[in-house]
């Protein structure tokens, strides 16, 4: 009689062969996922055609549930459940990036991301691109983005509608100053997370007529959907400009404060 701790031939056997089994439905899950892709594309084609933003919050936030309750019935919990909505949304939305370029030529809001290639930076890219505007941007770090990247701000930063700084909270100030000092046409939003070391840095460019907006999401950059997220928006600022800044996230499915 074999040992039940050793490696045996019998033990080898039922190994392989479950192994073989798991091979089996990863191949199956994966030509599943391949043809969910394939549906995602002709969604993709057919936002294209008819001008609409990739992204639907509304309908992820229904994904992620209808997942999360399925997982529960079938005894795998529901983080199982949440994390596979969440894998199964973003590649959708890389699946269906190729079209957005040719549904939204030049319209909607020209956005520069100031930190682009962070964390944040990349989120609010990916959330900007999928709403339908035009997104470029600058970022000094090595990281990639799959966004068109300046060299330099200036004319991106006079070129845009909305200068973004996503930056780390100890260089919000300097890049702030920054981008004054560039002449931006537009409003210039920051979404750092504390404000208080940032007023005298707001009261100088408000002076000098940059048109600044203050907010924060208070939620990170693994947020997949905006169910139940809170945006915080201060009331500093032109009242117009703010309701710009607001705008972005008014047909989500966020909270706004």
């Known amino acids: 009689m074999e040992d039940a701790g050793t490696s045996g031939p019998r033990v080898r056997t039922a190994l392989n062969r479950n192994?073989?089994?798991i091979e089996a439905v990863d191949a199956e899950i994966l030509s599943l996922i391949g043809k969910r892709m394939e549906l995602a594309r002709?969604?993709?084609?057919?936002?294209?055609?008819?001008?609409?933003?990739?992204?639907?919050?509304?309908?992820?936030?229904?994904?992620?549930?209808?997942?999360?309750?399925?997982?529960?019935?079938?005894?795998?919990g529901s983080g199982v459940?949440?994390?596979?909505?969440?894998?199964l949304i973003d590649a959708s939305l890389e699946a269906q990036a190729p079209y957005l370029?040719?549904?939204?030529?030049?319209?909607?809001?020209?956005?520069?991301?100031m930190g682009g290639a962070g964390g944040m930076g990349r989120w609010m890219g990916r959330f900007l691109n999928g709403q339908g505007h035009a997104v470029r941007v600058y970022d000094p770090g090595p990281r990639k983005t799959p966004h068109p990247r300046v060299r330099t701000p200036g004319p991106s930063v006079r070129?845009?509608?909305l200068v973004l700084v996503s930056v780390p909270m100890d260089a919000c100030g300097s890049v702030l100053r920054e981008v004054a000092d560039l002449g931006p046409r537009g409003v210039v939003a920051e979404m750092c997370s504390l404000k208080a070391h940032l007023r005298p840095v707001l009261d100088d460019v408000r002076r000098r007529g940059v048109r600044v907006v203050s907010f924060h999401p208070m939620f990170g950059p693994s947020a997949?959907?905006?169910?139940?997220?809170?945006?915080?928006?201060c009331r500093e600022g032109k009242p117009e400009d703010v309701a710009l800044v607001r705008s972005l996230f008014e047909s989500t499915s966020a909270v706004l404060l």
């Open 81 to 87: 459940g949440r994390d596979l909505a969440r894998f």
């Open 101 to 113: 370029d040719a549904a939204y030529p030049g319209e909607s809001l020209r956005v520069l991301v």
């Open 42 to 76: 002709a969604i993709g084609r057919i936002k294209c055609r008819h001008r609409i933003p990739l992204r639907n919050f509304e309908v992820e936030a229904q994904v992620e549930r209808r997942l999360v309750e399925l997982a529960k019935q079938s005894g795998l």
């Open 224 to 233: 997949s959907t905006l169910s139940g997220k809170k945006v915080l928006f």
């Open 19 to 21: 192994r073989r089994a």
């Open 159 to 161: 070129w845009a509608d």
